[in-house]
Structure formats: structure tokens, C-alpha cells
């Protein structure tokens, strides 16, 4: 059953919230683990004359698994044959979306750092192109009903969510002392919480959480999927997200930086293969 009640959300905290919750003991613990495994991946031989391989295939890992979370749920080999059929098939449609995601996350880049709000668009485009109507492209919806998502709370009314993500923007093109898995998880959990688009929220959700570790640096050559952390384990992810909406930000965090920990766990299976396979 649907639940009643809309999105609530505590005041924003002036002055650089992003580190204002860094320096939570359970999210300092969290974020450190989690650069620690995301060092220790790009500290991997196979990176010095590899690493783009292990880039193009970590993305389709993370396509798999942004694709798995929203239903359709294919093997690794069959996304790696993978070719948008001619005739309209759901599962199809949201697997090619998770896949220009995955394959065009660089070029978005350097218009998250600059215009958040227009690379959150360009992300819907990417995604929903060919599931939901031409003019919801890269629009915030209109109405207030929301996308029903992980079971989480009614989502907010529209004009709620068009402040709400003023305020996220804003915030990201000021500077923060703040980790970027911190960062990262924060702008994924609002993306899951607000809802702004008609459909596709939790894949753009998911690309613009791992867009901000490529762009902040934290893993720069885009090698781990944190996707796979999430679709491992998709209760705790639907559980964590809801925390974050009630108002544990800290649990919602440390959830991320677990997904981030298995994203790097897998960068790891990657080089691991590709140095077995034969020249």
C-alpha cells in the first residue's frame, strides 16, 4: 500500500552543511573505510597501462546493476551483446538508458561542477529517452505526484522540490571541506527523496552520486561501481534511503559508503579477470 504521508526535511544548515555531517563519528569512520578501498583499487598495477579498460568495464557493471534496482535485471553477458531492440520492450529501454548513463558519465562532468540543475537534466535525457514522453525529457515534473520509489514516503509537491533543488545547487558549486562520499551521498539521497522527475529518479540518482566521486576526486578514473553495492543488497538500500528521509542522514551515509567499499571490492574482480584473460 502506498504510503500517506509526503517527504518532510529538517532546515538546512548554513555555513558548508556537507561537512557540518562529515564530522558525524559513525560517517568519519564510514568515509575513511571507504577511501582506503577505493585507494587500494587504483593502487593496481593493471591502472598504469590498463585503466581504461577497467573503466569501460566497471561501467557496464554499473549499468547492470542501476538497471537490476529499477526491474530489469539482466546477466553481464547479456548487456555485453546488449543492442536496443527496434520494437518497445520496458526492460530493454531501461537497460539501454542505465547504459548511456554509464557511457557518457564523463561528459557530463564538468557541467555538474559548473550548472548542477542542467547536468541533473542531461542525466533524465540519458536515461528516460525512450521510456517516458519526449516533452518530460529532462524536465522537473509539474505535478505532485511524485514517482513511487523503494517504497519510500509520498514525495513532495513540485514547487517544493524545484526550492529544494535551488538549494542542493547552490550548495554544490560552493566550496565544502566536505568528502566527496559525503558530498555523493547527499545528492543521491535528495535526488531519491525529491523525486523531481516523472520517471528514472533512482538511476539519475545513482549517476549523479558516482558523477560526484569521479569530479571530486575521489575515484578519478572512474573505476568502481557503487551501483553493485546497492543492487547487492537491495532491502538495506530501499531501508537506507528511507532513514535518510527520517532524518538519520548519518545511516543513509554509511550505507553509501559501504555501496562505495563493494564498488571498489569489484574494481578489484575486474583487474582480476582482465589480467586472466588471455592476451
Known amino acids: 500500500m502506498r504510503p500517506a504521508r ?7 544548515t548554513p555555513n558548508d552543511p556537507f561537512a557540518a555531517v562529515s564530522v558525524l563519528p559513525r560517517v568519519v569512520d564510514a568515509a575513511a573505510s571507504a577511501r582506503a578501498a577505493v585507494d587500494a583499487a587504483l593502487a593496481h598495477n593493471l591502472m598504469r597501462r590498463r585503466s581504461a579498460e577497467v573503466t569501460a568495464e566497471a561501467g557496464l557493471r554499473s549499468a547492470r546493476a542501476t538497471a537490476a534496482l529499477e526491474g530489469a535485471d539482466y546477466r553481464l553477458d547479456q548487456v555485453r551483446r546488449f543492442s536496443a531492440p527496434q520494437d ?61 520509489l ?11 522540490v524545484a526550492d529544494r533543488l535551488s538549494i542542493l545547487a547552490q550548495l554544490l558549486v560552493e566550496k565544502t571541506a566536505a568528502p566527496a562520499l559525503v558530498v555523493s551521498a547527499i545528492v543521491h539521497g535528495e535526488i531519491l527523496a525529491l523525486r523531481p522527475f516523472t520517471w528514472g529518479n533512482g538511476m539519475v540518482a545513482r549517476a549523479a552520486a558516482r558523477l560526484v566521486l569521479v569530479s ?21 538500500y530501499a531501508d537506507a534511503a528511507r532513514a535518510y528521509i527520517a532524518g538519520d542522514v548519518a545511516a543513509w551515509i554509511v550505507h553509501c559508503a559501504h555501496a562505495v567499499e563493494l564498488g571498489a571490492r569489484e574494481t578489484l574482480a575486474i583487474c582480476a579477470a582482465i589480467e586472466r584473460a588471455p592476451a
Open 88 to 148: 518497445y520492450d520496458p526492460d530493454a529501454s531501461i537497460l539501454a538508458g542505465a547504459l548511456r548513463l554509464s557511457g557518457e558519465l564523463g561528459s557530463v562532468a564538468t557541467t555538474f561542477e559548473r550548472a548542477p540543475l542542467q547536468a541533473l537534466a542531461k542525466l533524465h535525457l540519458l536515461a528516460a529517452t525512450g521510456t517516458v514522453k519526449p516533452d518530460w525529457l529532462g524536465r522537473p515534473r509539474s505535478d505532485d505526484d511524485g514517482e513511487e
Open 216 to 236: 571530486r576526486g575521489l575515484d578519478v578514473k572512474a573505476v568502481t561501481s557503487p551501483e553493485v553495492g546497492h543492487a547487492e543488497d537491495p532491502a538495506a
Open 150 to 160: 523503494l517504497g519510500l514516503p509520498l514525495a513532495p509537491a513540485a514547487a517544493h
Open 6 to 12: 509526503r517527504v518532510r526535511f529538517p532546515p538546512v
